[in-house]
């Protein structure tokens, strides 16, 4: 434990100093530059560095004509002659991790006072003649509701996503909370909180544009300025646009009822 501690699966130092950071490790040599590594890493943290966590699974070190990553799936729009039907066949070589992530436990009160995490998380990384394909995943509270406003709505910056597919910036897109002003919770319409607001998800992508969808709906909202109560349907969305005369305008296309007091 003098360069490296264990962490448990919520990512925080293993308090018996008895219990070492283990790893299982698997290596196949076929002949001659013809070698199959797979390595797994359960969590841990540099000793020097106790709240940065890291976790290992499935990291595949492939430069063996004979086998290939099993249960590694390419994304649609990967190419390559060593690759078949979205599976790599036995020519393919290069480096696939199945998924690794960092936990960073106290790095948020720099951004926000907040003692959520920060949580970054990779999954189908490809590291191969075709360059770097791959998902990446960022939970960290990055603008409050207190602070973010699109127009004239609250919103939250809570996450966001990149998905690279060889080199190429492919799709990328952010999450949160946004505030439609006319729906509150039942919890009262003084200040706005996250009960107020839908979860979002913003998207980017080369072949299907720009999506903004919205979900986490509550059961009923207040509709104080109609004297009644709304449910609202699940596939109503949010269109949003940016004039740069005009800033953001934004447009709510709500199904749902409404019930008057």
Avoid at 50 to 65: E, K, L
Wanted: charged share 20%; aromatic share 14%.
């Amino acid at each position: 434990r003098n360069y490296l501690t264990p962490l448990d699966q919520n990512f925080t130092p293993i308090e018996d100093e008895e219990q070492l950071v283990t790893t299982n490790l698997v290596m196949e040599f076929y002949g001659w530059g013809d070698s199959y590594f797979q390595l797994n890493l359960p969590p841990f943290a540099v000793t020097k560095f106790p709240h940065i966590g890291f976790s290992v699974t499935n990291a595949i070190f492939d430069m063996s004509d004979v086998v290939s990553p099993q249960g590694a799936v390419f994304p649609e729009m990967y190419h390559s002659p060593f690759v078949f039907e979205n599976a790599p066949t036995p020519m393919w070589k290069g480096i696939y991790i199945q998924n690794v992530n960092i936990v960073i436990n106290d790095a948020a009160e720099s951004i926000e006072q907040s003692s959520q995490p920060i949580q970054i998380s990779g999954t189908n990384f490809f590291f191969d003649d075709r360059g770097f394909t791959g998902e990446i995943d960022v939970t960290a509270p990055i603008v409050s509701l207190e602070d973010g406003t699109i127009g004239s709505w609250a919103f939250s910056i809570d996450g966001f996503n990149f998905r690279f597919i060889m080199n190429q910036l492919m799709e990328g897109g952010f999450n949160g909370k946004i505030n439609i002003p006319l729906f509150h919770s039942s919890q009262g319409e003084d200040t706005i909180s996250p009960e107020d607001c839908f979860d979002y998800t913003a998207k980017l992508s080369r072949d299907k544009g720009y999506t903004f969808s919205l979900s986490g709906f509550l059961p009923e909202y207040n509709v104080p300025f109609l004297l009644g109560t709304a449910v609202i349907n699940e596939g109503s969305h949010v269109f949003m646009e940016y004039d740069e005369e005009i800033g953001f305008n934004i447009v709510a296309t709500l199904s749902g009822k409404i019930d008057f007091d």
